[in-house]
C-alpha cells in the first residue's frame, strides 16, 4: 500500500477512534442508555453530528497530508532523477569537472578530472588549487579564484600549467563559474580540458612562423602578398622599411590606395584584378612605382605569382620586388654624362679620335675628319696609324700608342 492510502486509512481510524471515546464518556457522563446502543443503534442526533463532522475533519486533514506528501516525494524522486541522470552525465562527460571551496580545496571531481590528474577519485579530495596547479601559474590562477570568490570580474576562460601525480606537466583550458549556495558564492565550479598537444602544435606553428618571418626579414627585397580584395596580408621587414610604416599599420591596408601613386592607380589596379580573376597571366617582370609615408616615389622591380587555397581558387598574389630607384637614377646619370661627352667630343674644334688597344679606330670627331677628308663610315674599325699619319711616322705612332 501506498503511503499516501496509509494516511487517509489512518485518518478515517483516528475519526472512529474519537467515535468510540465519545460514546465511551456519553455511556458514563452525559446520556441514558448502554454503551452499544450509543454507539451504533440509538445515537442522539446531536452526538451523531458531531462525531461525523469529527471524522470527516479527520479524513480531510488525512487527504491534505498524504497529497502534499505525494508531492513532495514525487518532487524528490524527480529531484533525485535529476541528480542521478547529472552525475551519469559527468562521468561519462569528455571534459574533467572539479568543485572547489573559497579556499582552492578541491570538494568534487569527475572520473575525468581523476584522470587527468592521475589521481584516483578519492586523492583528488585531497588536493587543492596549490598541489594541482604548477608553480608558475599558481599565484595568477589563485588571484582569479580570490576575486571570483569575492564576486569581483575576472576572465571565466584562460589556460594555466598543471602538474599531473607523476610530476607531468600539462597545459589545461578553463572555464570557471562561481559555486553558490543561495545568494553566497562558497567556492568555484570550474570545467578543464587539457589541451597540451594543440598547444605544442601551436607553439611549433608559430616557431615555423617566426622562422618564415626571419627568412623573410633577412630578405634584400620587398616580399608582400595581397588578397583578392586588394589588402596586405603580409609584408616583410624590407617593405616596411622603404615604405616607412610598421608592419601592424600596412596589414589590411588597400595597397592600391594607400601605396600607389594616385596618378597610377586607375592604371595599375585593373590588372591586378584581371590577375586575380585568373584572366591574364602574371607578368616575368614589371617596375611600377610605389608611395612612401613621406610622400616621395620609390621605382620598384616586380616579379609575381599567384596564390590559390586548396581547391586552387586563386585568394591572392605575392610579389617580390627590388627597390631600383638609386640604380635608375646612376643610369640616368650616366646616359647624361655619355650625351654631355658625346656633345664635346663631336663639337670640339680639334681632333679628336678614340682608338682601341689593338690600334683600331673607334670614333672621330668632325673636325678631324675635315681636315682629313675621310668619312666616319671610311674611318672606323681601322688602323689608326694609316689614316692619320705619314708612313714615315707611322713607327712612332706606334711607340707612342704602345702597338
Not at 514525487?74 to 568543485?99: D, Q
Not at 585568373?278 to 614589371?286: L, Q
Request: net charge neutral.
Amino acid at each position: 500500500m501506498k503511503i499516501e492510502h496509509k494516511i487517509i486509512a489512518t485518518s478515517i481510524v483516528f475519526g472512529l477512534f474519537f467515535w468510540v471515546i465519545d460514546t465511551v464518556l456519553d455511556s458514563l457522563i452525559f446520556c441514558k442508555g448502554t454503551f452499544l446502543e450509543l454507539l451504533i443503534f440509538d445515537v442522539p442526533n446531536h452526538e451523531l453530528y458531531i462525531r461525523l463532522t469529527i471524522i470527516v475533519i479527520f479524513l480531510i486533514f488525512g487527504i491534505f497530508i498524504s497529497t502534499n506528501l505525494g508531492k513532495s516525494k514525487r518532487a524528490e524522486e524527480a529531484l533525485r532523477e535529476s541528480e542521478r541522470r547529472y552525475r551519469e552525465m559527468v562521468e561519462k562527460a569528455g571534459i574533467a569537472i572539479l568543485i572547489d571551496d573559497e579556499n582552492g580545496n578541491i570538494k568534487y571531481a569527475n572520473k575525468k578530472a581523476a584522470e587527468l590528474y592521475g589521481y584516483s577519485l578519492e586523492e583528488m579530495n585531497d588536493q587543492s588549487i596549490k598541489s594541482l596547479v604548477h608553480p608558475d601559474d599558481f599565484e595568477r590562477v589563485m588571484k582569479f579564484h580570490k576575486a571570483r570568490i569575492q564576486g569581483k570580474r575576472v576572465p571565466s576562460s584562460y589556460v594555466f600549467k598543471n602538474v599531473k601525480k607523476d610530476g607531468t606537466v600539462r597545459y589545461f583550458e578553463l572555464i570557471a563559474a562561481p559555486d553558490k549556495k543561495e545568494e553566497s558564492i562558497i567556492g568555484t565550479r570550474s570545467y578543464i580540458k587539457d589541451i597540451t598537444e594543440q598547444k605544442r602544435a601551436g607553439e611549433k606553428l608559430q616557431e615555423e612562423r617566426d622562422k618564415a618571418q626571419k627568412y623573410l626579414d633577412i630578405a634584400g627585397v620587398i616580399l608582400i602578398a595581397i588578397n583578392r580584395d586588394g589588402n596586405v596580408t603580409l609584408i616583410n621587414k624590407k617593405g616596411c622599411d622603404i615604405l616607412g610604416y610598421d608592419e601592424r599599420e600596412i596589414i589590411g591596408m588597400n595597397w592600391f590606395d594607400n601605396f600607389i601613386p594616385e596618378r597610377l592607380r586607375d592604371i595599375i589596379k585593373p590588372v591586378s584584378e584581371k590577375l586575380l580573376a585568373g584572366k591574364i597571366e602574371p607578368a616575368e617582370y614589371f617596375e611600377n612605382p610605389v608611395l612612401t609615408r613621406k610622400g616621395e616615389e620609390r621605382l620598384i622591380a616586380w616579379h609575381n605569382t599567384i596564390l590559390r587555397d586548396e581547391k586552387g581558387t586563386i585568394v591572392g598574389h605575392l610579389s617580390s620586388g627590388e627597390d631600383i630607384t638609386e640604380r635608375k637614377r646612376a643610369e640616368e646619370a650616366l646616359r647624361n654624362s655619355e650625351e654631355r661627352f658625346r656633345q664635346f667630343f663631336e663639337n670640339a674644334p680639334d681632333y679628336c679620335y678614340m682608338v682601341s688597344p689593338q690600334g683600331k679606330t673607334l670614333n672621330i670627331n668632325a673636325a678631324a675628319l675635315a681636315v682629313l677628308g675621310y668619312k666616319k663610315k671610311d674611318v672606323i674599325g681601322k688602323p689608326l696609324q694609316t689614316i692619320i699619319y705619314a708612313p714615315s711616322s707611322v713607327e712612332n705612332a706606334k711607340k707612342l700608342f704602345m702597338l
